[in-house]
């Protein structure tokens, strides 16, 4: 084996019976497993769903649910035969859909003896730092009351939904607020496999990822099926999200009708992608994954070993190039060798950057021409470590 897949495993490991400890557990269903081919809701599915979700909470766990397809079950309502591709369109669906999919919620889980209460959010109620806070605030209070928050974003009037997997990346930033300790994304396929499944018989279901790098994305693949949007590789970046953030992370088939409860009770289903030990402070979690990412910087090996070991602020010096148009206080990635080992709010904006690049802290001033407070291009207080 390869030193690059060296982090992957074929196999299951102990850190599975860890799963097993996990109080505060959140569920993202995707559309593919909610609804047929013809695109009317998969009630069998559904209401197992509900059932796996309720036992959870009966058993004293902490559960949120976040569920895609509002689209999907718009879809037979309005006559549609397949997901349309104008926006207005979908929105419309979304509207329709949003209903009938919560009363079935609604009446699954209360007949089941659980209340539900729904957060339909926008990618602005994350970037947004006092959003973002209130958020967190009202599915506290939710879980503190013994309600199942059931969030999903708001088709109807976010256009940014659209985009392939965002539901996978706001379970993952829904996780990482919350502080959960494990997220389980339910898909049409059962995990992250060494290749195409469909096209290559030798592929292997990987068990276990314990570090995400390039190599795990070189090997996820596209969109999924037209009902949904998620392909894996949308669920890498959601997985990196939760990792980061100290959250365990399992991809799954929810084709099953047990898989919530066997990855819950630590069996050996799906790809199970590590926590890191390190939990981010609140702040740094809202910095690295609730804030959009404007560009990037690239930079040398000395500056990498003192980001990575030593816990260093990011300097010019150490700066190679710049990537990307943005301004002082949005969020950037930072690479070396075409990875991502890093992410965080910048002082200075990407013209500036390009400008000082290279350069020692004490000539800044020169270099741009006027005063500036600040001689990190990221302090180390606005900077989260990837790997």
């Not at 084996?1 to 060296?6: A, I, Q, T, V």
């Not at 990412?293 to 602020?313: E, F, I, P």
């Amino acid at each position: 084996m390869s030193e690059r897949e060296s982090n992957v495993k074929v196999s299951g490991s102990n850190y599975r019976e860890l799963l097993a400890k996990a109080q505060r557990i959140v569920v993202k269903v995707g559309t593919s497993t909610l609804t047929y081919d013809t695109g009317r809701p998969n009630l069998r599915r559904i209401e197992a769903l509900v059932k796996q979700l309720a036992d959870l909470a009966n058993q004293g766990k902490e559960v949120i649910l976040v569920s895609s397809g509002a689209v999907g079950a718009g879809l037979a309502p309005l006559g549609f035969k397949e997901r349309p591709k104008d926006l207005v369109m979908k929105q419309a669906a979304a509207s329709v859909g949003q209903g009938v999919l919560l009363h079935m919620y609604e009446k699954l889980f209360r007949e089941y003896g659980h209340t539900v209460g729904q957060i339909l959010l926008t990618r602005e109620d994350s970037t947004n730092r006092a959003r973002y806070i209130n958020l967190r605030n009202t599915l506290y209070a939710l879980i503190s009351l013994g309600v199942i928050p059931i969030l999903n974003e708001n088709d109807v009037v976010s256009i940014d939904e659209f985009k392939i997997g965002d539901n996978d990346t706001l379970s993952a930033i829904i996780a990482s607020t919350v502080e959960a300790d494990l997220l389980i994304i339910l898909s049409d396929i059962e995990g992250l496999y060494t290749a195409n499944p469909q096209t290559n018989p030798d592929a292997e279901l990987i068990y276990e990822v314990e570090t995400i790098t390039p190599h795990i994305y070189e090997i996820a693949g596209g969109a999924g099926t037209s009902r949904g949007t998620g392909g894996m590789y949308t669920k890498i970046q959601a997985a990196n999200i939760a990792v980061n953030s100290g959250v365990h992370m399992v991809v799954a088939s929810g084709e099953h009708n047990d898989t919530i409860e066997v990855v819950a009770s630590g069996g050996l289903r799906g790809t199970l992608f590590v926590a890191r030990d390190s939990k981010p402070h609140m702040k740094k979690r809202w910095v690295a994954f609730g804030k959009r990412l404007k560009g990037s910087v690239t930079v040398d090996q000395g500056c990498a070993n003192a980001l990575l070991k030593k816990g260093s602020s990011l300097l010019p010096v150490g700066i190679t190039a710049v990537s990307g148009e943005f301004l002082e206080g949005e969020t950037i990635s930072i690479m070396f060798n075409g990875e991502e080992i890093a992410r965080g709010m910048v002082n200075f904006s990407s013209e500036d950057i390009d400008q000082i690049k290279g350069g020692n802290s004490h000539d800044i001033t020169e270099r741009l021409g006027y005063e500036n407070a600040h001689t990190e291009v990221i302090h180390r207080d606005n900077l989260v470590i990837l790997r």
